[in-house]
């Protein structure tokens, strides 16, 4: 857009304001007036070409003039955000420059300066553009705070009333004193006419007094402005020189520069016989299964935006069902790009080689469209190879074709863009890929939340696994949901099964968001409608597998789906939980060969059953997978296991014999098939999704029936006793009617019908009507009212620090981060414990190997392995980059300040490495491999095989 910023309107005073400064030099600065213009062009830039058409959209419904006002708006508020440093509190903080301010008539008493932490600059701001919008356009103060609010907020934390109040009853920190000259609201106002005349805006005011600006619109606009503003800053892109007057011409070689790239334009997806192909790169003759096509289907059918949940088997295609149903909804709704959340890093690294074959061969509407973004988004995205090396050069897009069917060459790729790659941008880029703790900080009250609001607003989102996540974390989910609905979003969850009330729950709180906030009622009605339980028809077994979507205004749809016509029945015994019973079944199981999981539900069991099957199997016939092992080797175990126990065909041989003891690593992503299972009793959806790796492929000359044998429990018990460590893990109630509802299939020697009885178990484990025998039933009431209440401690936790739902349209966000997260860092250890249910102060450290006084990378890592690690100076940033990639979580029993403290202190070298970006601020484990080492109490022995032992002293 064009737009007149001649500053020689300007006087003297408002010449000579100041907002950027580099260093004292006369040269290193840039007017106020210079900045604010440089902002508001950026902000135009951005509405324009960067926005997603759905955020335009939601923008321009807002206002009155439609596209045409919010694209004002937004440069309006871009061009005023730092009207605040045209104040004493800001200005003084350069001497020399406000030498040059005071020769302008703007001067500040003595005082200014021990009191100028109650008028920062983003506060004074949005109080001097409510005093300007009332004096010269007759605004009252509630009309002009949802617009000023964007001013306040543009620095990460809206203020709250309070800090608002404390900012305008300090008025000699604005210049508004009796003791102060009235130039400086004089200067402040003309530069606010200034900026309202040259966007465009103040022919537009009258209007927009008028309008109630919805609070998701007033998070958008601040994300949008800090974005600008962020821009604006770089003084690689906009040189901070005194004498730059305003030029569209550097203006858009500075944008140029930065190359941001373009929002996906979807095409609906058609169920073509094709499509799998086409899209995945699946052989030719893999068609579309049921899944899929009810996926597409519904996307086309059900309201845009809506939430859509699908519940299936794994092997079934859900992924790809998720990812297709993206397609439509993204072409129906205009969001341009996609974010996929899934439960681990592991899991999010997996993701993202599969998200890049599928976005390389979307189609766009826009063909000549430059390149698409694409991220990793997770705490060690950067030790991702396939995620670095598009820094380095895009990923190529495949042959699209014109609407003729013509093959035309797209010139579009899929890159790493260098300026959306840094802390807190991720979620702008097209394309993201990464943990689900990226959207749960969405329900987060955390500093630039606005930014990540901005990101997840314009995507289509698809969550992974959604059975994997707590009561703790599903306060967070819920939340997220609610402002995603009210941001008009589509949302796609998946999961093996739901729980009616949890599957009620997800789509209540979609529901509440994309109907926005309740008008105000009395408290009688309020009760009433509380005790009205929502989504009646989600209640209870609604068929399986099956996709359910959010209605208009009705019911949700419910739609059962065929199931590919796989289907095992699976024999289900009980097991001894003694090593000696183990070994006895495995032997009996194994007699022909064949390959068996062993699944314990804490990594000291892995770890010790582990030991007795090898000194009985041998150490080659056994391998261990869990957590607890460095990054680079637990994706080397997740690589063994796809290649040895993957689908037939994959290139790899399958072994004769072998058993696998693994914790729930191995219950979910991995496609991997066993002959026969041992789970520790677990929650029956668990129970269910471990039973999924029993004879998951058709495999030629496989024989013997498919069984699982359950143990964890002491079943000779008059009430099955679960493990202590199970009971940790999920709490007594889950697994006792896990117990109850599994045990008959035991008892009475009927098979396991899967998929079958899946929907069936879990609604029966999981409702409120009696299982399991009479005298089982006190135990289960007990343990219900225990984890009752630790659902409502984890409920009361969570909501500590948890975003509130939209408000009222017209009511500013004001205090809208009150109380927030103490990390400013969302995605560090204790970030992610804000929104998990872990320590906050649980530890994560980089594992390096010692040799004496030596220290390297682990010997056997395929990258830089046996590296030598320098301890006076910093790595180079190659074997930087393996150290950083060697994470390892250590257990709950070794979190606290003390192992931090600890661990700091071990070596005074470290802080050679806080030079490295990679490394700065990393916590270092260094181990001996042969001997192990002591930390805070405990001996810490670590290998390939085994991963990491810790033993109390």
Same mark, same amino acid.
């Given at each position: 857009?064009?737009?007149?910023?001649?500053?020689?309107?300007?006087?003297?005073?408002?010449?000579?304001?100041?907002?950027?400064?580099?260093? =004292?030099?006369?040269?290193?600065?840039?007017?106020?007036?210079?900045?604010?213009?440089?902002? &508001?062009?950026?902000?135009?830039?951005?509405?324009?070409?960067?926005? =997603?058409?759905?955020?335009?959209?939601?923008?321009?419904?807002?206002?009155?003039?439609?596209?045409?006002?919010?694209?004002?708006?937004?440069?309006?508020?871009?061009?005023?955000?730092?009207?605040?440093?045209?104040?004493?509190?800001?200005?003084?903080?350069?001497?020399?420059?406000?030498?040059?301010?005071?020769?302008?008539?703007?001067?500040?008493?003595?005082?200014?300066?021990?009191?100028?932490?109650?008028?920062?600059?983003?506060?004074?701001?949005?109080?001097?553009?409510?005093?300007?919008?009332?004096?010269?356009?007759?605004?009252?103060?509630?009309?002009?705070?949802?617009?000023?609010?964007?001013?306040?907020?543009?620095?990460?934390?809206?203020?709250?009333?309070?800090?608002?109040?404390?900012?305008?009853?300090?008025?000699?920190?604005?210049?508004?004193?009796?003791?102060?000259?009235?130039?400086?609201?004089?200067?402040?106002?003309?530069?606010?006419?200034?900026?309202?005349?040259?966007?465009?805006?103040?022919?537009?005011?009258?209007?927009?007094?008028?309008?109630?600006?919805?609070?998701?619109?007033?998070?958008?606009?601040?994300?949008?402005?800090?974005?600008?503003?962020?821009?604006?800053?770089?003084?690689?892109?906009?040189?901070?020189?005194?004498?730059?007057?305003?030029?569209?011409?550097?203006?858009?070689?500075?944008?140029?520069?930065?190359?941001?790239?373009?929002?996906?334009?979807?095409?609906?997806?058609?169920?073509?016989?094709?499509?799998?192909?086409?899209?995945?790169?699946?052989?030719?003759?893999?068609?579309?299964?049921?899944?899929?096509?009810?996926?597409?289907?519904?996307?086309?059918?059900?309201?845009?935006?809506?939430?859509?949940?699908?519940?299936?088997?794994?092997?079934?295609?859900?992924?790809?069902?998720?990812?297709?149903?993206?397609?439509?909804?993204?072409?129906?709704?205009?969001?341009?790009?996609?974010?996929?959340?899934?439960?681990?890093?592991?899991?999010?690294?997996?993701?993202?080689?599969?998200?890049?074959?599928?976005?390389?061969?979307?189609?766009?509407?826009?063909?000549?469209?430059?390149?698409?973004?694409?991220?990793?988004?997770?705490?060690?995205?950067?030790?991702?190879?396939?995620?670095?090396?598009?820094?380095?050069?895009?990923?190529?897009?495949?042959?699209?074709?014109?609407?003729?069917?013509?093959?035309?060459?797209?010139?579009?790729?899929?890159?790493?863009?260098?300026?959306?790659?840094?802390?807190?941008?991720?979620?702008?880029?097209?394309?993201?890929?990464?943990?689900?703790?990226?959207?749960?900080?969405?329900?987060?009250?955390?500093?630039?939340?606005?930014?990540?609001?901005?990101?997840?607003?314009?995507?289509?989102?698809?969550?992974?696994?959604?059975?994997?996540?707590?009561?703790?974390?599903?306060?967070?989910?819920?939340?997220?949901?609610?402002?995603?609905?009210?941001?008009?979003?589509?949302?796609?969850?998946?999961?093996?099964?739901?729980?009616?009330?949890?599957?009620?729950?997800?789509?209540? &709180?979609?529901?509440?968001?994309?109907?926005?906030?309740?008008?105000?009622?009395?408290?009688?009605?309020?009760?009433?409608?509380?005790?009205?339980?929502?989504?009646?028809?989600?209640?209870?077994?609604?068929?399986?597998?099956?996709?359910?979507?959010?209605?208009?205004?009705?019911?949700?749809?419910?739609?059962?789906?065929?199931?590919?016509?796989?289907?095992?029945?699976?024999?289900?015994?009980?097991?001894?939980?003694?090593?000696?019973?183990?070994?006895?079944?495995?032997?009996?199981?194994?007699?022909?060969?064949?390959?068996?999981?062993?699944?314990?539900?804490?990594?000291?069991?892995?770890?010790?059953?582990?030991?007795?099957?090898?000194?009985?199997?041998?150490?080659?016939?056994?391998?261990?997978?869990?957590?607890?092992?460095?990054?680079?080797?637990?994706?080397?175990?997740?690589?063994?296991?796809?290649?040895?126990?993957?689908?037939?065909?994959?290139?790899?041989?399958?072994?004769?014999?072998?058993?696998?003891?693994? =914790?729930?690593?191995?219950?979910?992503?991995?496609?991997?098939?066993?002959?026969?299972?041992?789970?520790?009793?677990?929650?029956?959806?668990?129970?269910?999704?471990?039973?999924?790796?029993?004879?998951?492929?058709?495999?030629?000359?496989?024989?013997?029936?498919?069984?699982?044998?359950?143990?964890?429990? &002491?079943?000779?018990?008059?009430?099955?006793?679960?493990?202590?460590?199970?009971?940790?893990?999920?709490?007594?109630?889950?697994?006792?009617?896990?117990?109850?509802?599994?045990?008959?299939? $035991?008892?009475?020697?009927?098979?396991?019908?899967?998929?079958?009885?899946?929907?069936?178990?879990?609604?029966?484990?999981?409702?409120?009507?009696?299982?399991?025998?009479?005298?089982?039933?006190?135990?289960?009431?007990?343990?219900?009212?225990?984890?009752?209440?630790?659902?409502?401690?984890?409920?009361?936790?969570?909501?500590?620090?948890?975003?509130?739902?939209?408000?009222?349209?017209?009511?500013?966000?004001?205090?809208?981060?009150?109380?927030?997260?103490?990390?400013?860092?969302?995605?560090?250890?204790?970030?992610?414990?804000?929104?998990?249910?872990?320590?906050?102060?649980?530890?994560?450290?980089?594992?390096?190997?010692?040799?004496?006084?030596?220290?390297?990378?682990?010997?056997?890592?395929?990258?830089?392995?046996?590296?030598?690690?320098?301890?006076?100076?910093?790595? $180079?940033?190659?074997?930087?980059?393996?150290?950083?990639?060697?994470?390892?979580?250590?257990?709950?029993?070794?979190?606290?300040?003390?192992?931090?403290?600890?661990?700091?202190?071990?070596?005074?070298?470290?802080?050679?490495?806080?030079? =490295?970006?990679?490394?700065?601020?990393?916590?270092?484990?260094?181990?001996?491999?042969?001997?192990?080492?002591?930390?805070?109490?405990?001996?810490?022995?670590?290998?390939?095989?085994?991963?990491?032992?810790?033993?109390?002293?």
């Amino acid at each position: 857009m064009v737009q007149s910023w001649d500053a020689g309107r300007l006087s003297h005073a408002a010449r000579v304001c100041w907002g950027k400064a580099l260093h =004292s030099d006369d040269r290193d600065w840039m007017p106020l007036h210079r900045h604010l213009s440089d902002t &508001a062009a950026v902000a135009g830039h951005l509405y324009e070409s960067f926005l =997603s058409a759905s955020v335009r959209d939601q923008i321009a419904a807002a206002l009155p003039g439609g596209h045409s006002d919010a694209l004002l708006a937004c440069t309006w508020l871009a061009g005023v955000h730092d009207i605040g440093k045209a104040t004493p509190a800001f200005a003084i903080q350069v001497p020399w420059l406000f030498s040059a301010m005071e020769h302008g008539g703007l001067t500040a008493r003595m005082q200014v300066g021990k009191d100028r932490r109650f008028a920062p600059h983003a506060t004074a701001g949005m109080v001097v553009l409510d005093r300007w919008l009332n004096d010269r356009h007759g605004w009252d103060t509630a009309d002009a705070g949802q617009f000023s609010i964007v001013v306040g907020g543009h620095h990460g934390l809206p203020p709250d009333s309070e800090q608002y109040r404390r900012a305008e009853d300090h008025q000699h920190l604005l210049g508004w004193s009796r003791a102060d000259a009235p130039i400086w609201r004089q200067t402040q106002f003309e530069l606010l006419d200034w900026t309202a005349e040259a966007t465009g805006a103040a022919a537009r005011l009258a209007d927009w007094q008028r309008v109630a600006l919805p609070q998701p619109v007033q998070v958008l606009l601040t994300g949008l402005v800090i974005m600008a503003d962020w821009i604006a800053s770089n003084s690689e892109l906009f040189p901070y020189r005194v004498d730059t007057a305003f030029d569209p011409a550097r203006i858009r070689r500075a944008l140029d520069e930065l190359d941001l790239t373009d929002p996906w334009s979807a095409v609906a997806a058609e169920p073509a016989e094709d499509l799998l192909t086409t899209r995945f790169g699946l052989p030719a003759d893999f068609r579309l299964r049921p899944v899929q096509r009810a996926a597409l289907e519904a996307a086309a059918d059900m309201p845009a935006p809506g939430l859509m949940i699908i519940e299936a088997p794994m092997g079934e295609g859900k992924t790809e069902a998720a990812l297709l149903a993206a397609e439509t909804l993204a072409a129906r709704s205009g969001a341009g790009g996609c974010y996929i959340a899934l439960p681990t890093r592991a899991t999010s690294d997996a993701m993202f080689g599969r998200t890049l074959e599928w976005a390389r061969r979307l189609p766009d509407r826009h063909l000549d469209r430059g390149a698409h973004s694409v991220a990793l988004s997770h705490s060690k995205a950067f030790s991702n190879p396939g995620f670095t090396k598009l820094f380095r050069r895009g990923e190529p897009v495949a042959v699209a074709q014109d609407d003729g069917g013509a093959d035309t060459e797209r010139r579009s790729a899929l890159i790493a863009h260098w300026w959306m790659a840094g802390r807190k941008k991720t979620m702008l880029n097209s394309f993201v890929v990464g943990t689900v703790d990226q959207l749960l900080f969405g329900a987060l009250k955390a500093k630039h939340l606005a930014m990540r609001h901005l990101g997840l607003a314009g995507k289509v989102v698809v969550i992974d696994e959604a059975h994997a996540y707590d009561v703790y974390m599903g306060v967070y989910l819920d939340m997220a949901l609610e402002w995603l609905a009210a941001y008009r979003v589509p949302v796609v969850i998946l999961s093996a099964t739901l729980p009616a009330g949890r599957r009620r729950d997800l789509m209540a &709180a979609y529901e509440r968001g994309r109907k926005g906030p309740p008008a105000p009622v009395g408290r009688r009605a309020r009760l009433a409608a509380a005790a009205i339980a929502p989504h009646p028809e989600l209640e209870g077994d609604i068929g399986y597998p099956v996709v359910v979507t959010s209605g208009s205004d009705g019911p949700a749809r419910v739609s059962g789906i065929e199931t590919s016509g796989r289907s095992n029945a699976v024999e289900v015994r009980t097991l001894d939980d003694d090593p000696t019973a183990l070994i006895a079944a495995l032997r009996e199981e194994l007699a022909d060969g064949g390959c068996a999981l062993v699944i314990h539900n804490t990594v000291r069991r892995v770890q010790e059953t582990a030991a007795s099957l090898r000194a009985v199997f041998g150490e080659a016939s056994v391998t261990v997978a869990h957590s607890r092992f460095a990054g680079p080797d637990r994706a080397d175990k997740d690589e063994l296991l796809r290649n040895l126990f993957g689908p037939p065909g994959n290139g790899h041989e399958r072994p004769a014999e072998h058993i696998v003891v693994a =914790s729930q690593v191995a219950e979910q992503s991995l496609d991997i098939d066993f002959d026969v299972l041992v789970t520790d009793l677990a929650p029956v959806d668990l129970v269910l999704q471990r039973t999924g790796r029993v004879h998951r492929h058709r495999r030629e000359g496989r024989c013997g029936t498919p069984r699982c044998y359950l143990t964890g429990a &002491a079943w000779e018990a008059d009430v099955p006793e679960p493990v202590r460590g199970s009971v940790f893990v999920y709490g007594r109630w889950a697994l006792l009617r896990s117990a109850a509802v599994l045990l008959p299939y $035991a008892a009475e020697g009927r098979p396991l019908e899967l998929p079958g009885d899946i929907a069936t178990l879990v609604q029966r484990a999981y409702g409120s009507g009696t299982v399991g025998p009479a005298e089982w039933q006190e135990a289960i009431s007990a343990a219900h009212r225990e984890e009752a209440s630790k659902r409502a401690d984890q409920e009361d936790g969570a909501k500590k620090f948890r975003l509130q739902a939209p408000l009222l349209a017209g009511t500013p966000i004001l205090g809208w981060l009150q109380a927030g997260s103490p990390f400013d860092d969302e995605d560090s250890p204790g970030g992610r414990a804000m929104v998990r249910d872990i320590p906050v102060d649980t530890v994560e450290v980089l594992l390096i190997a010692r040799h004496g006084d030596r220290f390297t990378t682990l010997p056997w890592l395929k990258r830089h392995g046996g590296a030598p690690l320098p301890t006076e100076t910093c790595p $180079a940033e190659p074997v930087a980059k393996t150290v950083a990639a060697s994470t390892l979580n250590l257990p709950i029993e070794l979190s606290g300040q003390a192992v931090i403290d600890e661990l700091e202190s071990r070596h005074d070298w470290i802080g050679a490495w806080q030079e =490295s970006r990679i490394l700065e601020g990393q916590l270092i484990l260094d181990i001996d491999l042969d001997h192990g080492t002591e930390l805070a109490g405990h001996r810490l022995e670590y290998d390939r095989h085994d991963g990491l032992r810790v033993q109390r002293l």
